[in-house]
């Protein structure tokens, strides 16, 4: 599902606009071989829509007893008609669609089906019906299997209506009434039960749902009823899959489609509320989760509430109060495979002359982590869309905002171009904690932080190493405070059992990344983003641009040295532990040296907010 997911992860923006959509709504247009098709006209009888069984677009809360929902068919709604048979190989480019002729709990659906080519729909074809058919190009689309990794299919939107429907849950806006128009998703295979003519009747009866559907309320640490909530995270409950209308079931074995994420966002200008009993409605797909994470934006806040497993049956509705949730606090480490590796990456940020040394405000920094580009890639300062420097063309490094820094390099650690002092790429073994000649050059995370609360210190090469050979990795991205998306690479601690291992993923495989904003966070997982590197005497970025063909990655340099330093590269293109000249900058992931633990750093003003 290349092209759909590169348009939720890469065009910015998309926070605030869940479901404004350019596409068209016209799924009924002729096109692509059906010319000279035998298109029959279809009268399907539809069962009843259910209350607490949702069945229509028309979905609603009672007004009462806020855990009933109320359904009915809508005048107009469409299933999705398509003969079982065609597979991947019918050339049409718009489904086929019967709609309902009246409103009501049951209805009478009209429309017209053809198979592919010039066949005939005979009386021992399986139809196929999908409901909605108003969602294609919105939370569906037609798919194709493109290719494997491994064994392990995945699949690739489709111009041509296909038995393979994409099916996408990830961007949500928590109403019932939304659920019913885009994600209510209901499947019924029949037969016909009479052809006369060009004229085919079926009875379809009650559509089967195979979504669950979950009602939230949830309350602060101090049991407050949350309101204006800005958003809502669900990680590790799957968000995406393909459903196949042949065989009524979902693709089997196929990770590379299965986003594991649910994001609820209110539309413009309103906000996600518990008030008055009111519960926010998600759709997801059934099945059993495991280490489940929960978390609600409210302003600077964020609240949490973890499931270690949890199960959701096909067609039910499940209503749960989230209470007493836990305030997320800042924490000055997160630990992969025993290290305490720090919360984002050493920076320099604000004025040349002082500004702020030290950790990032998050694991997704990186420099211009929001920069208004125009249709050439190059940075504008009005109009445009707003982009991390991930998408930029040729981005530059300027002096208040740092990111990458020369191996040992301290005094000069803001000059970029011109010839740079040998020292300052100091020849040790390593220099975990060394500052030499008076702060010139050495360790320059330790030399920032060493009188601070929490100090930090460059991580050696055996600590980045563990990373390299032990840790569990996947393809990852996270969003800004700005709404825009960084790319990166996503650590656990693997204890035991097979590897986790989903990097390099070759150039623009978009669709193989994971939404772990929520969970970084949260505290649970180290994320590098894709940073790059500077040529010794240059400011340009390289290497860091997600858009190109060629090589990008995160360089992460290390303590330890000889002639060179050793570097780990992670990320699209890259997976290596190597070393590196050390006149190039590179990302420093500092680690946790010690801490007084009853004291906090005070947060530097610019950064105050950032999530």
Wanted: hydrophobic share 35%; charged share 20%.
């Amino acid at each position: 599902m290349n092209k759909t997911k590169i348009l939720l992860l890469a065009i910015t923006g998309m926070m605030a606009t869940a479901f404004t959509a350019c596409q068209s709504d016209d799924i009924d247009s002729t096109a692509g071989g059906d010319a000279n098709a035998n298109v029959y006209n279809v009268t399907a009888d539809v069962g009843a829509a259910q209350d607490n069984q949702p069945g229509s677009r028309v979905l609603s809360v009672d007004a009462t007893n806020k855990k009933v929902l109320h359904s009915t068919w809508a005048a107009g709604d469409k299933l999705i008609a398509f003969v079982s048979s065609d597979g991947t190989s019918n050339t049409r480019t718009s489904y086929w669609t019967i709609a309902a002729d009246k409103s009501g709990k049951g209805s009478t659906f009209t429309g017209q089906i053809a198979a592919k080519g010039n066949a005939k729909v005979k009386a021992t074809d399986d139809l196929c019906f999908f409901y909605p058919a108003d969602a294609v190009g919105k939370s569906i689309e037609p798919v194709t299997e493109t290719g494997k990794d491994g064994d392990k299919p995945y699949h690739d939107e489709s111009q041509k209506i296909s038995n393979l429907l994409g099916l996408n849950l990830t961007r949500q806006d928590g109403t019932a009434e939304t659920i019913g128009k885009l994600y209510d998703y209901q499947y019924k295979q029949v037969k016909p039960k009479s052809i006369v003519g060009s004229n085919l009747n079926v009875s379809i009866g009650n559509m089967k749902r195979i979504v669950s559907l979950w009602g939230l309320r949830f309350t602060d640490n101090n049991n407050n009823i949350l309101t204006n909530i800005d958003s809502v995270y669900i990680s590790n409950v799957k968000g995406s899959d393909v459903f196949n209308l042949s065989t009524g079931s979902f693709v089997a074995n196929n990770p590379a489609d299965e986003s594991m994420n649910i994001v609820v966002t209110p539309p413009t200008g309103q906000k996600v509320s518990s008030a008055g009993g009111k519960y926010t409605y998600i759709s997801l797909f059934p099945g059993t989760y495991t280490d489940v994470l929960i978390m609600v934006y409210v302003g600077n806040k964020c609240y949490k509430k973890e499931y270690a497993s949890i199960t959701f049956d096909e067609g039910k509705v499940y209503h749960t109060d989230l209470l007493n949730m836990s305030e997320v606090l800042p924490e000055p480490y997160v630990e992969v495979q025993g290290i305490k590796w720090a919360t984002g990456n050493f920076i320099h940020y604000g004025p040349e002359t002082g500004g702020y040394w030290g950790i990032a405000p998050a694991q997704w920094w990186i420099s211009r982590r929001a920069v208004r580009l125009d249709s050439h890639r190059k940075a504008v300062t009005s109009g445009g869309t707003l982009q991390s420097s991930q998408f930029e063309d040729s981005p530059k490094q300027t002096t208040d905002d740092v990111d990458l820094f020369r191996y040992g390099s301290i005094a000069k650690a803001l000059k970029f171009t011109g010839l740079i002092d040998g020292a300052d790429n100091a020849s040790q073994h390593d220099i975990t904690k060394q500052i030499f000649n008076g702060g010139k050059y050495g360790d320059i995370v330790w030399y920032y932080t060493q009188n601070n609360h929490k100090r930090y210190r460059m991580p050696t090469g055996t600590e980045m190493k563990l990373l390299y050979d032990n840790a569990n990795v996947i393809p990852a991205y996270c969003y800004t405070d700005k709404g825009t998306v960084v790319y990166g690479a996503y650590f656990t601690t693997n204890n035991s059992g097979p590897r986790v291992k989903g990097i390099p993923t070759g150039v623009k495989a978009f669709y193989k990344y994971s939404n772990v904003t929520a969970l970084v966070r949260a505290n649970k997982g180290l994320f590098l983003p894709v940073t790059g590197r500077r040529l010794d005497g240059q400011t340009l970025m390289g290497l860091r641009d997600m858009s190109r063909v060629g090589q990008c990655y995160g360089q992460y340099v290390s303590s330890t040295s000889a002639v060179m330093s050793d570097d780990f590269f992670v990320g699209p293109t890259q997976w290596n532990f190597t070393r590196a000249p050390k006149g190039q900058a590179k990302a420093i992931r500092p680690v946790l040296d010690s801490e007084d633990t009853n004291q906090s750093d005070p947060v530097y003003p610019a950064f105050q907010g950032i999530r």
